[in-house]
Nanobody, 114 residues
Framework: QVQLVESGGGLVQAGGSLSLSCAASGIIVSGNVMGWYRQAPGNQRELVAIIASGGTTTYADSVKGRFTISRDNAKHTVYLQMNSLKPEDTAVYYC????????WGQGTQVTVSS
């Protein structure tokens, strides 16, 4: 079992910045992938960014150049720095951990006002 505890998020004006973090605990296997998905009302959950334990990253086209994902393997923690936020970034952001199976955090709200 893996538990994920998210922090960060909140309300910000368009053009502003927010950061998210997610700490994993429990049975942490090496070679895992951590990251973030988001889901806006009426939409499906979509990839935001993921990072492998070796550092390889994948970003959604919509956030490239604005969001940066990073991780601290010693702390089993993943971070998402979100800059130049847009109203369309408004969603519940979910942390994910993929090892032997996939785990999800409880979600944290990010709201960007225009």
């Amino acid at each position: 079992q893996v538990q994920l505890v998210e922090s960060g998020g909140g309300l910000v004006q368009a053009g502003g910045s927010l950061s998210l973090s997610c700490a994993a605990s429990g049975i942490i296997v090496s070679g895992n992938v951590m990251g973030w998905y988001r889901q806006a009302p009426g939409n499906q959950r979509e990839l935001v960014a993921i990072i492998a334990s070796g550092g390889t990253t994948t970003y959604a086209d919509s956030v490239k150049g604005r969001f940066t994902i990073s991780r601290d393997n010693a702390k089993h923690t993943v971070y998402l720095q979100m800059n130049s936020l847009k109203p369309e970034d408004t969603a519940v952001y979910y942390c994910t951990f993929r090892g032997l199976r996939t785990y999800w955090g409880q979600g944290t709200q990010v709201t960007v006002s225009s």
